[in-house]
């Protein structure tokens, strides 16, 4: 596929790990794609659509996406610049011991979850960048890289380190509009007004409604993104100021603030210690 790309990043008995990014090309619905296994994406740059059925989930990197082997899906990339995920699986028997039970989908198919979707913590976005950074500069060893990603798994599945929203069908496609108006400039200040002018509802309906859906405030969602932008580039970034203000933030402390707050560390010492895992 042109403009896609795939990298292994770890494979043993027990988990595989792979850095997959996609150019985005395509706006609309791509033809529709089956998955071979089940597999949980933990997208950290950009934002796509999955579309299963009448059913669609906006994956950015508060989000954890599910996919089902065996299930019929379409991609599409509303907001220009692509995305890039760490994609894990697993076999079933690990899978059933991990999850809980009820958001495992039985039948008489493979083990598949029940939502396609869950909206992951601090810690769990943390994580992925540290698996990723760490893997990538073969500096986590295969004891430590698979002891980290179960971890992942666990708090990415948590009942209380990470939210499964239960909105009627209007409601979620008005919370994921709010996000792709987000995304499409992550930098931007917006104002409430704006926002809710972009999908068509009222400031204080955006705002009642976003809560409800996802569990926290619509400006707490917007840093949390930007943030996940941070953990992304952290790596490569020659000035923290820099980034910082790149990604929005209106001076270095700031940055260094929210994300202090946020992760539990300074970016600098995240980047210190992601170098030496």
């Given amino acids: 596929m042109s403009g896609y790309a795939s990298d292994l990043l770890l494979d043993t008995e027990t988990v595989s790990l792979r850095d997959v990014a996609c150019a985005g090309e395509c706006r609309h619905k791509s033809a529709e794609e089956c998955a071979a296994a089940t597999h949980m994406v933990f997208p950290y740059r950009g934002v796509f659509v999955r579309h299963v059925g009448r059913q669609d989930a906006v994956g950015e990197a508060n989000q954890l ?24 699986s697993m076999s079933e028997a690990l899978l059933a011991e991990l999850a809980p039970r009820d958001q495992l989908r039985r039948g008489g198919g493979p083990l598949a979850f029940s939502r396609q979707r869950r909206r992951i913590d601090p810690r769990a976005q943390a994580l992925v960048a540290l698996i990723r950074h760490s893997l990538r500069r073969s500096k986590a060893e295969t004891l430590e890289a698979e002891t980290l990603t179960l971890t992942l798994v666990r708090r990415a599945l948590g009942e209380r380190t990470s939210h499964a929203t239960a909105a009627s069908f209007g409601r979620q496609k008005l919370v994921d509009r709010a996000k792709l108006v987000l995304s499409s400039d992550l930098a931007r200040r917006w104002s409430l ?58 001076s270095h402390s700031h940055f260094s603030a929210a994300f202090r707050q946020t992760y539990g560390r300074t970016p600098d010492a995240f980047r210190r210690d992601a170098s030496a895992a």
């Fill in 65 to 88: 996406v599910l996919f089902n082997a065996d299930e019929d899906y379409a991609i599409s990339h509303p907001v220009t610049g692509g995305d890039a995920c760490l994609s894990l």
């Fill in 193 to 250: 007004a704006e926002i809710a002018a972009e999908v068509g509802v009222s400031p204080v309906y955006l705002t009642q409604v976003f809560r409800q859906v996802e569990g926290i405030p619509l400006y707490r969602y917007q840093l949390r993104m930007r943030l996940a932008q941070a953990l992304d580039r952290l790596d490569r970034a020659q000035d923290l100021t820099a980034l910082g203000l790149d990604l929005g933030f209106s």
